[in-house]
């Protein structure tokens, strides 16, 4: 027997195919998922197999290693949830998203480490060891809200496009002010002392590593987008440039100490349309299927180790400090909620109801993130203390707030996602009226979202496409793109039923084919040839009409 | 800049990244890839990149590491041979294939050690140090033909079926016995005296290590099938366990010192045909492309990196030992191919001509494994001529015979391999043809391989398909599932070429559909209902005439 030489991959596969089959082992048991959100479920895994390993070799398990997690585990996260990010609504509510990822995330942490910094002078709690900073520092990992555990929760209560896109597009775009906040404070910490220099260079440094983060994303993006333009000969490998260029956008942003999440979701937004334009089919439902399985297995694995990591003895217990940590991060959540969106109704036609504002500081849900800053702070004498709060903070809000939220949104009546997706009647209409916003916005002077959407589809169109699209001679709209996609889904299912004729091959009944198709244009469906001359008509008179 | 956090993830992009560029780039110039085989553009590659690290640093650039290539680089290319293998040209070669296997390389490995050993007999060569252990101990690791240098090859050419599977099915099969003789002659090598009882041992050991590897890669692959029975509700997660389990039976068979090819063959030959029906369409397309995408990108680092550790200091040069094993591995091959051709070709009313019996002698190529095993001997004063020798080996063998055997398949105009997939109707006859040899054989009590397929058919339907399958109460015969799939790519092509008419959701047309179905089946295509028929009806005859 050698074991020592194959221990590595031995052991990660195994960790792996154990988080599969644990998947499996819920899904196996129609009634669990719909009761308990599946994170619960794994991190419950996660500390029964911590309980075992405890029990067996008296030390505490193994915590979760930082590097791992956020070289390893996280990427295929984000990835995944840039890639499959719904642009429009995220473009459309962009600086609302903002405004509750930098000022929302600020005023948290903020208040947060006030807040438990006066708990501190509470004589009677046994704190006052616990200076500002490092409360501040507290503070800055605690608040920000995290992407995985808001994923996991979300995917399954189905709310409306624009309430999910609020909290999740929050949850990702955090990362910078996280990143920042946290290095700053970290930084001060180790400081004699700090100079009011010292302070500006951090909020200088909050739009270096937001925007470095985008720019690298989105260059790495680009060069995606241009290296698949090359692969029509060896399709087998389009996949693995979506993949490679991706990790390495998130691992450069890293290594400059960028934000990575920023960077990587920038890079999957940027590449999307043009990747998919370039590879083939199948090559595109290999990217899909394996982002969706590879981010599934992250998250089940962080959620175990979550669950293995927290038993031990890695913690102080101090009542009054963790007790009062879990409620000033729900009624800092809420009061800054409350206080952004009054101003974000004030300038929105389309406002945010009460009921959605409740939804939005009830789904801050705390996850891995933070769980792995605190391990990341340097040793000082109140780490485990940190420790404590963080665990007791992250599976309050998993546990607590993550099963409850579905009967809350039930009770609440909280509008839902609509079930079917949207007809090609429903998307012209949609295109036509974006076409005629931007004519008004024009003609009104008004340098609103859809100047500035039909501003950059322009500049895509004249530059970007004919340098990263392979076949540009023949650009097809998506609304046809849509029609084709329906029409392969219809065929396969025909094909499945064993009804399908084989129209072309047989020129006997190629005339009954074609009245079919003849039918057909009377009914719902238009094809492509005359989708193709609406969208052309519909385009050539908008312009002229603006240019008038 | 903190480059050390990242640069591990970071690193092994960038070489998988440039391995993808270096394919693309080949692939741009369209005449040079049918002139010179992928493989020598690699290793080419890798030289220049050996030579310009080795002329920046001044001393030997990093040799590739024999654990990242036996654990990470090898599993991929093996999985994708074993998973893609036409299981029925290779089980009807299995006899002649496990011959070659396993008599020629113990023919080569003797052939070439003692003739080597022999060489450096004479004084004036000055290799009177190297012992007949030695020399026998290079035999083993020079002697055996490598699959990864054989699929790179015989993929481009495209020689017919059967002399395809008897070359590669050779290259994956004799892994046990180059496993067995190398560890063999190296522990020899070690001991004092070698007793009679450790020869013994290590012929059974022979058996050990093949028929473990086979049993360990069958339970791996059967648990794999079993699994997918229950992925119903979670498809995402699906295409994991193929390769989990798959790796899981390489590395456990690497750990028992089993040969982990044979596991790993065995284990995707085993789960195939269950997996394939448990699985989703689109988790099947995610397994094939990702299979043939990770295998492709080991392959280019592979030779690559071939081509990288070939420059520096590792080399002790001495012409005639160099020269000679050139000369005896080419000779050993083409006598061991012609005797034991001509045993097989007594046995067997389908012979393998002349000319087929020189390509398979030619296309002996030795490639990674040799070299990753010259690298793994123990430090012995002539460990560099043989790492000398085992390179020239290998670019003798890709460069002069994986450049010349394309022009020389052309030139010997050797059978090519049929263009066009088999009709439905082929298979019908086949399949028919199949049940009258097992009649014939059963009749004439015969035990032949038509007898021992019928009895693993009976064996898996009975039991293997009721424990393994999800859907077993409606077993789809394999002629059906093919019609199926011609049916659905037919139905793609239609939909793309937007001519597909929507049948059933209209009934106003529902009936022209109907004689476009009815027309068919005077065609040549019949639908399946009418195969399932006559699939039942050959059947039942069948057996009732063998029983009688």
Redesign the interface.
């Known amino acids: 027997?050698?074991?020592q030489?194959?221990q590595v991959?031995?052991e990660i596969?195994?960790w792996?195919?154990l988080a599969?089959?644990a998947?499996?082992g819920f899904?196996?048991y129609?009634k669990l998922p719909s009761v308990v959100p599946e994170s619960c479920l794994l991190i419950f895994v996660g500390l029964i197999m911590g309980g075992i390993i405890y029990g067996l070799n008296d030390r505490s398990p193994p915590v979760m290693d930082s590097?791992i997690f956020f070289?390893?585990l996280l990427p295929p996260i984000v990835l995944d949830a840039g890639y499959f990010m719904p642009s429009r609504p995220f473009f459309e509510n962009i600086g609302t998203i903002l405004l509750y990822a930098v000022v929302g995330t600020i005023w948290n942490v903020f208040g947060i480490g006030f807040s438990l910094y006066g708990i501190c002078q509470v004589k009677a709690f046994r704190l006052q060891d616990v200076s500002l900073l490092h409360n501040l520092l507290f503070g800055s990992l605690i608040a920000a809200v995290d992407p995985v555990a808001v994923l996991a929760v979300f995917e399954e209560i189905h709310v409306n496009e624009k309430l999910h896109i609020l909290v999740f597009g929050e949850s990702l775009l955090n990362d910078a002010v996280t990143v920042v906040l946290y290095k700053l404070f970290r930084s001060f910490c180790e400081m004699p002392t700090i100079k009011s220099v010292d302070v500006f260079a951090g909020v200088g440094k909050f739009f270096v590593v937001g925007l470095g983060g985008v720019l690298v994303g989105l260059s790495f993006g680009f060069t995606a987008a241009f290296?698949t333009r090359?692969?029509k000969?060896?399709r087998?490998?389009e996949?693995?440039?979506v993949f490679?260029y991706s990790?390495?956008s998130y691992?450069?942003a890293?290594?400059?100490?960028l934000s990575g999440i920023v960077a990587i979701i920038s890079c999957a937004m940027g590449m999307k349309r043009y990747v998919e334009a370039n590879i083939s089919l199948?090559?595109h439902?290999?990217v899909k299927?394996?982002m969706?399985?590879w981010s599934?297995?992250s998250d089940t694995l962080i959620f175990i180790f979550l669950g293995v990591s927290t038993i031990g003895e890695n913690h102080e217990w101090n009542w009054p400090y963790i007790c009062f940590t879990v409620i000033f991060c729900l009624i800092w959540r809420a009061l800054g909620v409350l206080v952004l969106t009054f101003f974000v109704n004030r300038f929105h036609v389309n406002t945010i109801t009460s009921k959605d504002q409740f939804i939005i500081a009830y789904g801050g849900l705390r996850g891995a993130i933070c769980f792995s800053l605190v391990f990341l702070l340097p040793d000082f004498r109140r780490k485990k203390l940190f420790i404590a709060a963080t665990t007791v903070v992250i599976l309050f809000t998993v546990f607590i707030q993550g099963m409850t939220i579905r009967p809350l949104v039930d009770l609440l009546a909280v509008k839902r996602k609509r079930e079917s997706a949207p007809t090609v009647g429903e998307q012209i209409h949609i295109r036509f009226l974006d076409h005629l916003l931007a004519g008004i916005e024009d003609i009104s002077g008004h340098w609103g979202q859809y100047y500035w959407k039909d501003k950059l589809e322009y500049f895509n169109s004249k530059y970007l496409q004919k340098i990263l699209l392979r076949e540009y001679d023949q650009p097809k709209s998506s609304i046809v793109l849509l029609y084709?996609k329906l029409?392969?889904k219809?065929?396969?299912e025909?094909?499945?039923?064993?009804?399908?004729?084989?129209?072309?091959a047989?020129p006997?009944?190629l005339s009954?084919?074609r009245?079919?198709?003849t039918?057909?244009k009377l009914?719902d469906?238009p094809?492509?040839?005359v989708l193709d001359n609406m969208q052309e008509i519909l385009a050539r008179n908008l312009y002229r009409i603006r240019r008038t």
Not at 254 to 257: A, K, L, Q, V, W
Not at 494 to 504: C, D, E, K, S, T
């Open positions: 027997l050698d074991y030489h194959v991959p031995f596969t195994l792996i195919m599969s089959l998947k499996i899904h196996l129609n590097d070289l390893y290296t090359f692969t000969d060896i087998v490998i996949p693995l440039f490679l990790y390495l691992l450069t890293e290594m400059f100490h199948k090559s439902t290999t299927y394996f969706k399985m599934s297995v084709e029409e392969r219809h065929a396969i025909l094909a499945q039923a064993g009804q399908l004729g084989h129209g072309p047989h006997s009944f009954s084919d009245t079919v198709i039918d057909q009914e469906t094809n492509p040839d």
